[in-house]
Nanobody, 116 residues
Framework: QLQASGGGLVQAGGSLRLSCAAS????????MAWYRQSPGNQRELVAR???????NYADSVKGRFTISRDNAKSTVYLQMNSLKPEDTGVYYC????????????WGQGTQVTVSS
């Protein structure tokens, strides 16, 4: 079970912080990631973080977004700054266990809308 929250409507240049809580048992061994999907486009990777804190970002968000995780709270965050209208979309968190033979689980998505 993944519960994402924190989306909303913000003006360009503003900030939002997304959160996604996961079950404690899976979270500690998982790679966590945020994806987004805008109308007419495929779901794309925004950022990912390993259990030890190594991170990767899409080129379009580097320097503006920061992914982090709190293993004690089984929660992953996405701090989004300097938001642009093209950041608009539904943001999904993912819990990835494929590195240990498991599957990817998806949260329900949270809408982010950036107005110009």
């Amino acid at each position: 079970q993944l519960q994402a929250s924190g989306g909303g409507l913000v003006q360009a240049g503003g900030s939002l912080r997304l959160s996604c809580a996961a079950s404690k048992r899976s979270f500690s061994v998982s790679v966590m990631a945020w994806y987004r999907q805008s109308p007419g486009n495929q779901r794309e990777l925004v950022a990912r973080i390993t259990r030890l804190g190594s991170t990767n970002y899409a080129d379009s968000v580097k320097g503006r977004f920061t992914i982090s995780r709190d293993n004690a709270k089984s929660t992953v965050y996405l701090q989004m700054n300097s938001l642009k209208p093209e950041d608009t979309g539904v943001y999904y968190c993912a819990l990835d266990l494929t590195h240990i033979g498991g599957a990817v689980s998806w949260g329900q998505g949270t809408q982010v809308t950036v107005s110009s």
